[in-house]
Structure formats: structure tokens, C-alpha cells
């Protein structure tokens, strides 16, 4: 099977601390339609299956498990979903969006190429250090503490938190913190709760640094309103997008799968087992094949 291999912004660091970004990527296969089509688990969780189930490698690290996907940072991954959706459906995105202007809120198309979206590169990590201002360092026993050490969050964060984001976001954003920043001063790791004691100013300016160094692609669409004439940004969530896409294309796989084991005579688990453009291809061929036989026949 054709393989793409791309360059992760971050890139997964592995026991030894070597970093590897060299990533060698492969279309989404029909199982993985299907699964995606009757998940019933959460959006990170099918992130980390479907990214497990389509990556080759990360570097030298293969085969690569759920566990692997899951400690791929945010950025990275959804980068590789874009460049899974790039290689699967390709290059070019088109959605229906509304203006939010509250007056207007007219529907519109909306797109862009994924090969033209920028994509930041992280820092080295996978450690990160701050110093915090004077101002919003914690003092702790009449000392001051600037100094804070931090990682980025991870598919596994997402998945952990996933319950919060939506029922308590600022309680979801102190348990992000709480995962992710692995010092502050001499405390390793700092003790349960510690976030609750943070100034605002200094959650901002760890928010804000973790912010400057982490990768990824730059997920917005900007579009103009064919009725208001205003411009404006909306960002573009890529997981609900890609898996929209093929969660609506259900019926036509399972419509594919009986027209070549009709045909063909293949088993479900083989045809499955094939990419999408494989199988279209196949199913254009034998429509080519079945129209010369009827020709011959008329």
C-alpha cells in the first residue's frame, strides 16, 4: 500500500530522548471508514485509534500502538489528521459555514488547500522552562518562585480530560496545567491542587508560553460574506471535520463493498482492508469493463 511520509512540527521523543519526526503515513482503508461510522468512543480516543491504525512509523519507533499515538502532542496530531485527510479525499476542503455576525448569519462556502496552511514547528523538548514574573511567581515559606518547568499536552491529556471540557472548561484547563507543568521552583512535581494557588497573571503567562513553543498546523478558514460584505476568521476543527466527511459516506462504502464482492468475488474483510482511491479505482474499471460488454452485446 502507497505510504506518504511527512515531517511532524514537533515530533515524539522516545525513551532515550531522541527526538523523531520523520513520519511515514498511509490512507485510511475502508475498516477505518466503518469504524469511524459506528464509534462510540470519543473524539480523541478515535484520534489515537485511527492515527495507531495509519501510521507506519514515527522515525525508527514502529509499529506504532494506541499508546505511541497517544503520546503524540496536540499539534502533531492534528497534523497528521490533515494529512490524512490530504491523502484520503486530497488537497482541497469546502464547508458551509455561517457568518457570526448576529445580524446577518447568512450560510456560505467556505475553503482552502491543505498543502497552503502554515504549520509551526515546536521547540526541542520535550521539556520546556519559564520564568515567570516577579510579579506572578508563587511565593511560597517568604521565597519566591519563577522558575517552572513544563511539557506539552498530549492525546493522552485530551483523552483524560475529555468529560471536562465541555460540563467545567476552567476546570479542565487547572487539570490540563496540573498534567503538564512538572515543576515550579523546587517542587517535582508540584503537590495536587497547586493551580488553585496560582495568581491569574501567572496561568496566563504558563498558557502563553506553552502557547510559543508548541507545533502544529494553523486551523482557521478565512472567509467573506456575500451578504454583510465583512471578513472574518473562524477556526477549523479538523477531527470533527475529517470524520464528518467520512461518517457521511457510509452508505456509499457499504454500497462499494457489495458492488466489487458482486463482482469479484472478494471477501468483506479484503475489500475493507483497501484505501479509498484503491477501490474507487477498481470500481471504475470494472464499470468500464461491464459497459464493453454490453456494447458488444448491443
Avoid at 39 to 50: C, D, F, K, N, Q
Avoid at 184 to 212: H, K
Avoid at 271 to 285: A, F, S, T, V
Amino acid at each position: 500500500m502507497t505510504s506518504t511520509v511527512v515531517h511532524l512540527p514537533g515530533g515524539l521523543h522516545d525513551a532515550e530522548g531522541r527526538r523523531h519526526r520523520e513520519a511515514e503515513l498511509m490512507p485510511l482503508r475502508g475498516r477505518e471508514e466503518e469504524l469511524l461510522a459506528g464509534a462510540s468512543r470519543g473524539t480523541a480516543e478515535l484520534v489515537t485509534a485511527v492515527l495507531a491504525g495509519r501510521l507506519r512509523r514515527i522515525g525508527s519507533i514502529a509499529p506504532v500502538t494506541e499508546g505511541t499515538a497517544r503520546d503524540l502532542t496536540v499539534g502533531d496530531r492534528q497534523f497528521l489528521l490533515l494529512k490524512l485527510r490530504e491523502i484520503t479525499f486530497g488537497p482541497d476542503v469546502a464547508a458551509v459555514v455561517s457568518c457570526p455576525w448576529p445580524a446577518c448569519g447568512k450560510k456560505m462556502d467556505a475553503g482552502f488547500r491543505i498543502p497552503d496552511v502554515p504549520v509551526r514547528s515546536g521547540g526541542d523538548g520535550p521539556l520546556f522552562d519559564l520564568e515567570l514574573s516577579r510579579e506572578a511567581a508563587p511565593v511560597d515559606g517568604g521565597r519566591a518562585h519563577r522558575r517552572v518547568r513544563f511539557r506539552l499536552p498530549t492525546g493522552g491529556d485530551q483523552e483524560a480530560l475529555a468529560g471536562l471540557v465541555d460540563g467545567d472548561p476552567a476546570g479542565a484547563l487547572r487539570a490540563l496545567l496540573e498534567r503538564c507543568v512538572v515543576a515550579i521552583g523546587p517542587a517535582r512535581p508540584p503537590e495536587a491542587g497547586w493551580s488553585e494557588t496560582l495568581s491569574p497573571r501567572a496561568r496566563a503567562e504558563i498558557e502563553r508560553a506553552m502557547a510559543a513553543v508548541a507545533p502544529g498546523p494553523e486551523l482557521t478558514m478565512d472567509a467573506r460574506c456575500p451578504e454583510c460584505g465583512r471578513t472574518f476568521t473562524l477556526p477549523f476543527e479538523v477531527a470533527d471535520f475529517f470524520f464528518g466527511e467520512v461518517h457521511a459516506s457510509t452508505d456509499l462504502l457499504y454500497r462499494e463493498v457489495h458492488y466489487l464482492a458482486y463482482h469479484y468475488h472478494w471477501s468483506e474483510a479484503e475489500i475493507l482492508g483497501l484505501p479509498m482511491d484503491k477501490r474507487r479505482r477498481y470500481i471504475e474499471l470494472l464499470g468500464e469493463h461491464i459497459e464493453r460488454l454490453n456494447d458488444a452485446v448491443g
